[in-house]
């Protein structure tokens, strides 16, 4: 009797083991762009397997290029999730000639992600780097006498009038064409009519209009939560055996996700109205779901080192608003923020968005968040 039990229990187990690891299990290669977008699949893909991430280290999204190695993962891959083209701009080629090979998620595109307006005006001002177009527009319009496009043919200033036209025909084909045409990388480099912004803007996708949109959507836990749902979906349909895995590592990150929110909203009550500077607008999400109070940025675009003028307009917003605090980060030159608040009482700290400094991981996403918060509060801390 007790031998057949245990006979009839090391079948089972035979059966069982035999059931969890079928012969298609195997999950799907996956590609994610950025460390935080990286955390939150990690964590829904759980044991299943590990994604791999393509911007490690303090390299920036506004800045990098591709490497080999990581056009090797992009060809392997079944699964890519990154954030949009108005943020890794130098993954919108390499994607385009994937098309078909691998499903694409990009995060700025899901219905339900919330997105924020690019700040503009006093010491928000041309911080478009999440739209690089729109910022040659606003250079050329001070000293370009002609233009080129990036496809190849030049204007004249003159010649104004024609090109909105052709912009609205871009902008038509575009719609159908599903923005190819702004992903070969043209760059219109004449002056930003206002038609022009609009007629890029309807241009762009059926879905959220990129340009002139804060593109760090990742520092918004809702929009955290809005990232896992779609992994575990995407990931689900990719690699339905292990769905139920995913979904089920998905429901533990979003528990995870509103503990940490919970936590961050009563550590950073006490600075909420303690005014501050960030080196580029990559807080606007942060921000405006802490209620923070970030009075302006320094930097005019990620690749460039603001000029005399610029400088002198941040110290000025640093002492009109008290700032008691300006972020430099690890991606950028700190000596820059060292120059910035020269004269002021203004202390220094670093912000990293991006996590530059930590391991690659289920636990990233949590402590990016906690690192900004941390910071945060030590350099706004009333002086004692
Ligand atoms: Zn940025």
Same mark, same amino acid.
């Given at each position: 009797m007790a031998m057949e039990r245990a006979g009839a229990g090391a079948l089972g187990l035979v059966l069982l083991v035999g059931l969890a690891r079928p012969a298609w299990s195997e999950p799907p290669e996956v590609v994610v762009s950025i460390k935080p977008l990286h955390s939150l699949v990690a964590s829904v893909m759980g044991d299943v397997g590990a994604p791999s991430l393509l911007l490690k280290g303090a390299a920036s999204p506004h800045s990098y290029s591709l490497r080999p190695s990581d056009a090797k993962a992009l060809n392997r891959a079944k699964l890519v999730f990154w954030v949009g083209e108005g943020m890794e701009t130098f993954l919108v080629e390499p994607l385009e000639a994937l098309s078909g090979q691998a499903r694409l998620v990009e995060i700025a595109e899901l219905p339900e992600i919330e997105l924020l307006d690019a700040r503009e005006g006093? *010491?928000?001002?041309?911080? *478009?780097h999440d739209d690089h177009d729109h910022e040659d527009h606003a250079e050329a319009e001070h000293h370009a006498e002609k233009h080129e496009h990036g496809d190849g043919h030049g204007h004249d200033e003159t010649a104004h009038a024609d090109e909105a036209k052709e912009h609205e025909d871009h902008a038509e084909a575009e719609h159908h064409a599903e923005s190819q045409e702004h992903a070969d990388g043209h760059e219109h480099a004449e002056a930003a009519h206002a038609d022009e912004a609009k007629d890029h803007e309807h241009a762009e996708h059926a879905g959220h209009d990129e340009h002139d949109k804060n593109l760090h959507l990742w520092l918004d836990p809702h929009n955290a939560e809005v990232i896992v749902k779609a992994a575990v979906k995407a990931l689900g349909e990719a690699d339905p055996a292990n769905a139920a895995r995913y979904r089920a590592n998905g429901e533990a990150t979003l528990a995870e996700l509103e503990m940490l929110d919970g936590e961050l909203r009563s550590d950073l009550s006490p600075v909420k109205d303690t005014p501050f500077v960030v080196?580029?607008?990559?807080y606007h999400y942060f921000e405006a779901h802490y209620g923070l109070t970030a009075v302006g940025s320094?930097?005019?675009?990620?690749g460039r080192a603001p000029g005399a003028k610029r400088l002198r307009e941040v110290r000025e917003k640093i002492v009109q608003s008290g700032a008691r605090c300006v972020f430099s980060e690890p991606q950028f030159e700190p000596a820059l923020v060292a120059t910035v608040i020269e004269g002021t009482p203004a202390r220094t700290g670093v912000l990293d968005p991006l996590g530059a400094e930590r391991a690659e991981g289920p636990a990233a996403y949590g402590e990016i968040m906690r690192g900004l918060a941390a910071s945060l509060n030590k350099c706004l801390a009333p002086q004692s």
């Open positions: 006093g *010491a928000w001002e041309v911080h *478009a080196f580029h607008d990559a320094i930097s005019v675009d990620e």
